[in-house]
Antibody, heavy 121, light 106 residues
Framework: QVTLKESGPVLVKPTETLTLTCTVS??????????VSWIRQPPGKALEWLAH???????SYSTSLKSRLTISKDTSKSQVVLTMTNMDPVDTATYYC?????????????WGQGTLVTVSS | EIVLTQSPGTLSLSPGERATLSCRAS???????LAWYQQKPGQAPRLLIY???SRATGIPDRFSGSGSGTDFTLTISRLEPEDFAVYYC???????FGGGTKVEIK
């Protein structure tokens, strides 16, 4: 079955760089019909889409956060990595990865459980 | 960049009532790529509707989606206790979400 699992630090300090890993199973990152998005949600607030990577390694980023984000993938390890530089307390949020499925009209059909990242000194 | 505006922000209804949620786009979008998600407290979002009107696997038929162009609607025909949650629309899996509509018990 399809699963996605986020991993990374629980706590980061202001100005540090956050690195999160999404490990997927049940599908291949080389599948042309699939991709992976990162989404975050500050406590009590709405979902915010961050970045996406396609099977051909094409990437897209949130306009407002583009300068701070880098997304990459290691197909052999079934992992997608998101880095966010210059972390600030306002970046405290639950970070999710999700599968984009072209067979479902480019919707996010499977989600990880999310990982809460707190930014504090 | 297309902006999705959801209304109302909060919908207060009783179980058994009909819920109508709106998602309006700042410019015309392809209905093929409009999706709706449900999120309950402490849980990851779940795909409800894709392609504006197709129910995802396992979604009950009381959930339906419609619309085209700039106006899309999610309808829950008869609210069940488990349907009280926050609902988000998104044009495309790699694009911004709407701000969400919370459906709460009246």
């Amino acid at each position: 079955q399809v699963t996605l699992k986020e991993s990374g630090p629980v706590l980061v300090k202001p100005t540090e760089t956050l690195t999160l890993t999404c490990t997927v199973s049940g599908f291949s990152l080389s599948n042309a019909r699939m991709g992976v998005s990162w989404i975050r949600q500050p406590p009590g607030k709405a979902l915010e889409w961050l970045a996406h990577i396609f099977s051909n390694d094409e990437k897209s980023y949130s306009t407002s956060l583009k300068s701070r984000l880098t997304i990459s993938k290691d197909t052999s390890k079934s992992q997608v990595v998101l880095t966010m530089t210059n972390m600030d307390p306002v970046d405290t949020a639950t970070y999710y990865c999700a599968r984009l499925n072209w067979n479902r009209h480019a919707s996010l059909d499977y989600w990880g459980q999310g990982t809460l990242v707190t930014v504090s000194s | 960049e297309i902006v999705l505006t959801q209304s109302p922000g909060t919908l207060s209804l009783s179980p058994g009532e009909r819920a109508t949620l709106s998602c309006r786009a700042s410019q015309s979008v392809s209905s093929s790529y409009l999706a709706w998600y449900q999120q309950k407290p402490g849980q990851a979002p779940r795909l409800l509707i894709y392609g504006a009107s197709s129910r995802a696997t396992g979604i009950p038929d009381r959930f339906s989606g419609s619309g085209s162009g700039t106006d899309f609607t999610l309808t829950i025909s008869r609210l069940e206790p488990e349907d009280f949650a926050v609902y988000y629309c998104q044009q495309y899996g790699s694009s911004p979400f709407g701000g969400g509509t919370k459906v709460e018990i009246k």
